[in-house]
């Protein structure tokens, strides 16, 4: 039965083709961020229309595929899981081009390069230039990077490296082909900083044997983020590309201000960062940022390949939903966050008889030494915090024992320096973290403290009385990554 | 109002759960795809089961994290079209490692490399030892093996490539830090076949600089895949690794068995295969096969980094859903779909004047000449083709004119070989192409050929009498890829 | 980084949206169910578009709810499991009427009544003139009908109501406040027919008294579809309305034949059909057709309020779904499905021992006797072939106590007849029955059989040998719906 | 590659399980709304474990289907927007029985039931007893209501209905097989309230005759709330049914006070509230409550069929996700709103020379006067704020003619009353309104009254001048529903 419509709804209709065009034209036409979030409608909206645009999803005529990949998806939970857009972004070989089979596949890829750029503007990287959204982790990204560097510098062998201990930073210099100059951090009070001096001595040294310097800002305590600036500056006097590793560095203000200082006085051709430390999405996706248009021109063209297009997607799909006030939000709620996760790990440290490393740059990590707790026992507390639901405390004992990583052999690997020192716990405090889950954390690490040395007071008494030690439970590795 | 549940009701639900635990832990023990495929409900099971694993999903009490990296996910859609996955697969720069945050996402990516080996059982490589399923582009993932035997090779600096026109097989040695030593097929009647000689007269000069050799086994018309046997034979030979890249070319049972073939009677280290091009899956995957087991284990190993697991994903969830007998269907229709398609083909060549390239060894794409069409016209037709909604089909011209690819120069681009010919046209079939498409191809074919012959006549008659051309549009790259 | 996105872009970009806008308006404009069958990423289009004309959509303002029910959804996964559509259908307590807050709701109602029709006439119901989707059951949907003729007939107290022993049917009169005057069948041969002096003889006796003659053409063996052309016939001679329940009766040729020859000979007000049962849809829903326009619209009239509009969105994605081709191959097939069903019945039947009545209008259902097994035991077989996984398949024992539904009394209830039978097996072959089913049916009837008689052999030489019975399982009960 | 599962993950898994089951066999027993709401995780994993209760998901064995409705669903994209529970709820015409074949589906169903009475205990209905929720607006259930008291009252034909004008209240009067007398509500002060004495009066006379009183308990202002309290007293004294249509009053915390003293003073059978009004799902369902087990069982066995499960589903989800705290907030939230919308009506009044109407009785709806808009002009004031996307917001005009429902005819429909005003604007606050939506509504509320007479001034000059009227335009008709 037809319900009675007329002109005034046929007008109506018209208005809603006409917002829903403008809407989606104007986005492409801007390809900026919007000022306010979109709904989960809008969002369904635009998938549609983006997903009309590639060419087996044509609604004018059947698509015919007379090649040898044409976006076929067998399995209709996997289609929609992947909203229609099944052709990946890039095309022989750069990721930057644009699929003619798969246009719509191709505009996400340019909004998520466009909304990254954006996004980082926002976050007060205003000199950034470029950015690609890469379906890589960050160690693969650092590794393109350098891949893509090595014309430019046909003599380079070496890749100097300020020890940050985190295997996957390390394995990005030999997947790109070179070797490390490990450089150790150097304490300074609480802090290991970066040794500058030494990177200086390296590079006047071996100059044209050097690709870059890989720098790191983002880390636990008590390393420090390193010296951006100064390396930057001598970067630019000895003409060597350096690459930040900000893995998960964007969501501390410092380190922002440290990164456009150190591009402004001296030399940064391309900053990597992860999609999902920074931007809440899952794992999968790095973007590369660069403060020159042809430095990731040359990058995407490295890429040997069509890619998966899925942190694209999460990337735009997610800065939509948040549009640009709502983006800054969790920002500046994990600085809050920090400080008062910082306040309540030196009152529990006061407690308990121990104190937090005062790291002034570090604004993400923490970390309080274990004094009281013997450093064979370390790391089964460690598992207990595991045990009770909490994810991403670490606890790093000091060890003069060897771990060999690709061939480079480390004293102390976890501890970010040979140095040795009395155990210690790192927690962190990420974007996104709620004030609930701060209250239990808290909750839990007091209470698994005072039962973990109830336990071990017991266990000398047996101990003294009979000479036994209970075995110490296998345990997680708590390692980074 | 409670409905009148009793004791039969409470048996059939302890019923449903044992048979879901049954199902679920029996899947996991044998790791091998199931008999019959599974229903988008019991897919739904899994993906809830699996998901459950991952520690910021747990039930039993709030996951806490204080890590720089939590599985946090800020837009619900996103989190949906991730079924809550959301860590990705690897750990600490290894992909092959369990993620202790992550159980879930570590059992797909280890479910995915059984079920990849397991399918590739049943497409007839029974002596595959191992696989590991890479979220990364056919390039890449052939990148990632090379990287991976750099120390194996200190000398190495040269990877034999025999010349396939497709930009990122070339760029992947380029990426991993090498350079190709180029070789060109040779012409035996109407294919492009190996030039087994040369090989083997490169490897005995250069020994020890040669990291491997790459040979690509799904190839446009008129190349033929490569001469893995002989190859192969050679790097047993000379204890010279082998790379094959069998992007597509698992659509077709010759190549299958000539890759089993190589396998016994020579050397084999690593066989590379897009999970898009053989398995209806979105694009953003492959699959690496080795003989031996610790082939895979050092390549998982030299990825630096956490990796997405939407290609593991897709995967296993193409693979439940279709079961082992329905799994081999697609591939056995491919056969019986090739032979039609070139019967077609040359049924249609035989009517307007033209030839198809006899190649035999070539199972997946043909190649039809286009000599009456002029050389300066061909690239306009297969525009042509592209606008009437055909996708994949791809006019190839011949040139004197050079392309430059990371700094190689090759002449002819796009025909994998230098010699120069009369211009042809490729179209494919591939996995999962219907009976209706391929009427459609003809259909359309055939119409758009006659008006471009017809429309060129007319031209030409003007041409004759006013002696002004009219300008060939703009069109679409068809380049592979 | 923008790719570099040009003219030809843009104009690809035009034409999909024109592709978009023509398909979708086209289809509103004509309102039929297209030729063939739409993609899931067209249907996601659809969604989107329609859901945009809902005033909580909009997408040009922020809409401001200032009303009682604004369609406002808490929860995302709800949200989404209804696309955003969340106002229901009609108005005011008119099923038909536009909610100028949810155009795009009532553009969905508007299009399932319009393909609704369109499908009857697909099915051959030529003359059908108005349809109406409801969200209500069969049952709820016969007392719509009722009750929006009250006004017309306000003498009426009774519905002639042709016994068939289904709860829903029976319960249906009361609901609307009248009372059936019950006519029971009368055998001829195997079946049992309807009664057509009987009816007469009482509207001729009552007249006004009666609202409407209820006839029923879909039904378990042996009862046979009733005699409607006869039914409409005397309807017509005497000015009673006629109401038709064909719950799944349009999956039978003979019965849609039927069904148009009543009407042309006679006079059937309205036809009731369930979508689940006919359309393959979730149970929730039906849909009223009738030979005049403005039988719809008082029907639409009487419903008090506004209603989901999830049946009317199932439909319709379903006709989209299939295009009209697609759209008849079930019930082609579900009638071979049937004769195949039949056939191995009676062959299983004489194997036996037992027979299979004839009842040659039932196109949909069969009955076996169980001569084979003693009248106390045939229950306890039902529930085991349930236990096998068999669901619909049903045993229809004989008894002389007494039912009482809604103060109705009936000898025998379940047999549609007050007449004593041996027992007998009903199943039914629906649409959607796969080939592979059947094939499982009739493997798991045989073996259940097998196993059942050996069982109660075993057990009567037991009790010859000690004179206890084993008690029967707690059985399900097998009644229909 | 299998990565290396051990022991602990083989622990991990198992306690997965564990709590997983524990979960949701809790939740089963205890049929409770959780205290804390579930995550999107948790909601999948509850509906998966559902789902395969119902045969036709089995996993252990393939189902086969020998009925006429086995649950077959032919769209993927239908079937999973019911999450494959796709067999509705109730059996045999009567909800609240469990169909075998769906024992996932019954579960729903009961689970909805105790979740709904949980819910208005929480809310402060302590003594309801019993619940069901029907997929049925709110005007069918009060039919479903009436129809199932039919047999105990067989003398009755009327109901004494307190005039509310809103059309599905009357019509399921009709709807039931029963007639209105309808009684006018009596002006104090502002407000517009029950006439209790007639009610009596009308009661007294006709007793028997009487089915029950329908009172009604949110409104539009200016009539109040029923006083359900003294209507009830009457019920108790005369041994009449009593039914409340309360239909989106659960917001009130006065209304729920009320009903839940009308109950302990006197006589309430049943009480219907829509779900989508209170609970912020999508349209489809309604809330039947009733402080008598027996109540609801006899409401449940008149429903004349098997019913859609998607208002049970779409409760229980939303009742999951919010948990026992997150439940309360928005009601508690509406009762600042609406004190903050009535300050900001109140001011907004004076401002332009209008009054607020005092009814202190309704939480809910606010009116004020349009005493400074000419009456021809006002319901184009309407359509204006319409066309600015406030929805819901309504002016009623006064108006001698007279509006014929089935047969009733009423004077000044829309106000409630046969008495002329002046012509009022009403707007609500509903649960769900957010800070957002108020400002929005009083920013384009003021701009657009003051445009409006501005344009009214303009006009009258003009009229003045020239003696011609510029046309009205057609508007929105803004009645309720």
Chains 1, 2, 3, 4 share one sequence.
Not at 134 to 162: D, F, H, I
Not at 171 to 194: C, M, N, Q, W
Not at 350 to 371: D, H, K, Q, R
Request: hydrophobic letters at 35%; a neutral charge.
């Amino acid at each position: 039965m037809k319900a009675n419509f007329g002109k005034k709804e046929g007008e109506y209709s018209r208005l809603v083709s006409k917002s829903s065009n403008k809407l989606l034209n104007s986005l492409w036409e801007k390809k900026q961020i919007p000022e306010e979030g979109w709904s989960e409608h809008t969002l369904d909206l635009f998938l549609s229309w983006l997903s009309s645009h590639d060419t087996n999803n044509r609604v004018d005529m059947i698509p015919v595929g007379a090649g040898e990949r044409e976006g076929r998806v067998l399995t209709p939970l996997v289609q929609r899981l992947h909203s229609n857009l099944t052709h990946g972004i890039g095309r022989s070989g750069n990721l930057l081009e644009i699929q003619p089979k798969a246009l719509g596949s191709s505009m996400l890829a340019c909004l998520s390069n466009e909304f990254a750029k954006h996004a980082l503007h926002l976050l007060g990287l205003h000199a950034v230039k470029s950015c690609i959204v890469v379906p890589l982790c960050t160690g693969m990204s650092l590794s393109l990077c350098m891949t893509s560097w090595r014309r430019r510098r046909p003599k380079a062998k070496y890749v100097v490296w300020l020890r940050i201990d985190q295997k996957s930073s390390l394995k990005s210099i030999y997947h790109a082909g070179f070797e490390p100059i490990i450089v150790e951090p150097i304490r300074d009070r609480d802090s290991l900083i970066t040794d500058v001096e030494t990177v200086n001595r390296i590079i006047e040294q071996r100059g044209e044997e050097i690709l870059c310097v890989m720098t790191t800002t983002s880390c636990f305590a008590p390393r420090s983020p390193d010296n951006v600036e100064a390396i930057s500056a001598i970067c630019a006097a000895h003409d060597v590309p350096h690459l930040v590793n900000n893995a998960y560095g964007l969501q501390s203000e410092e380190t922002i201000r440290k990164i456009a200082a150190a591009h402004e006085c001296g030399r940064v051709d391309a900053v990597v960062q992860s999609l999902d430390k920074n931007f809440q999405v899952p794992v999968g996706g790095a973007v590369i940022a660069a403060f020159k248009q042809n430095h990731i021109q040359s990058i995407a063209q490295s890429y040997p390949g069509r890619a998966s297009s899925v942190p694209s997607r999460d990337l735009v799909l997610t800065l939509l939903y948040q549009g640009q006030s709502a983006f800054l939000e969790p920002f500046g709620k994990q600085k809050q966050m920090f400080l008062k996760m910082r306040r309540k790990l030196i009152s529990f440290a006061e407690n308990i008889g121990e104190c937090v490393y005062e790291v002034p740059e570090n604004e993400i990590s923490s970390a309080m030494t274990l004094s009281t707790i013997p450093p064979a026992k370390q790391t089964l507390f460690g598992s207990i915090l595991f045990a009770k639901g909490i994810t991403g405390a670490r606890v790093v004992t000091s060890s003069q024992s060897k771990t060999t990583i690709e061939g480079c052999e480390f004293i102390n690997f976890g501890s970010h320096t040979t140095e040795q020192h009395g155990g210690y716990l790192n927690i962190a405090c990420s974007v996104g973290m709620t004030d609930h889950e701060l209250e239990e954390l808290f909750t839990r690490l007091t209470s698994s403290y005072a039962k973990f040395v109830r336990e071990l007071a017991k266990e000398d008494e047996r101990i003294n009385s009979s000479g036994r030690r209970i075995p110490i439970n296998e345990s997680f590795d708590m390692e980074n990554d």
